[in-house]
């Protein structure tokens, strides 16, 4: 039987249809597209052909070369250069100048090795690239909103093949995110505890949609699971922000992070997917009202007209199943 569950993180009900999984599907998987490496901007040598870097993160065993790069976005849907204006266009028309931040950070030399399938130590240097680029924009008090993130395959909105994250900076908060702080600010007023923390507690202590932890991070499948098969990674450590992150906590976090792409490349067939970080806006990094996480999010299959009209997600899986598939998976070598 189907039933209903309640995300307290986001006020959103979830419809848990077990059944749909059976439905016929007529049409073939979309195949992904061939990747060209002569054409790809992030490959080694075609360092000329993108925006201006910002950091990297050398090779360790050639040092003439890099292991991560960060640039500007060459194709950016907000920038620095922007005035930052705010006008009014009639009584119900706003507009704001595109001011903000767009970034890539190309995750590794290497155009055809997933995440799933790099070294804890390669992830461990993308994470402190990310970190050292978030800080490095908190510094900009016109930004309000960082956002983390990473797509991969044509089924998550990915353009170039080679793996790559990004980074967009708001002069605002978007209203999801200034509804999930807000939900939880309101948790907080009325409990006096963080709710992602509390629910943390409770998902430790039930186990059966934790997937995988160590001392400073958890895994679990969210109760209220808004795709099949979403994880999210949360530190066992109080923390409102990724910018307060530990670098002896990335190496941790990066050996987690492997685990979990791991088991989800093996389960799934390196599926497309979409990987967000969740911190609270620029200034509240002090606060106690939320905690820091991982959202990622396999695109299995596509939404359709009840979710894209009701806002209300339909996941045929329940997330204590997909758990254990999930820890039942061999890791790949490597």
Known sequence: MSHLRYDVTTHDWVIFATERTRRPHDLPPRPEQASDTSTCPFCPGKEGETHWELFRIPDPHRPETWSVRAVANKFPALTLEAKGGFTERGRHFQQYDGYGAHEVIVESPDHFTPMALQSRMQIERVLVALQTRYRALMLDRRLRSIILFKNHGAAAGTSLKHPHWQILATPLVPRMLRQRHDIATDYFDRNFKCLHNVLLEEELSIGSRVLAMNEAFAAVLPYASHLPYQVRILP???????????????????????????????????????????????????????????????????????????????????????????????????
Do not use: C
């Open 236 to 334: 066992r450590v109080f923390q409102a922000s990724f910018s307060q992150a530990s670098w002896e906590q990335l190496g941790l976090l990066a050996s987690l992070l492997k685990e979990v792409m791991g088991r989800l490349y093996t389960a799934l067939g390196d599926p497309a997917f979409n990987l967000t970080f969740v911190s609270p806006p620029i200034g509240d990094e002090d606060e106690d009202y939320f905690l820091w996480h991982i959202d990622i999010l396999p695109r299995l299959f596509t939404q359709a007209g009840f979710e894209m009209g009701s806002g209300m997600s339909i996941n045929p899986i329940l997330p204590e199943t997909a758990a254990q598939e999930l820890r039942d998976a061999a890791l790949p070598a490597g």
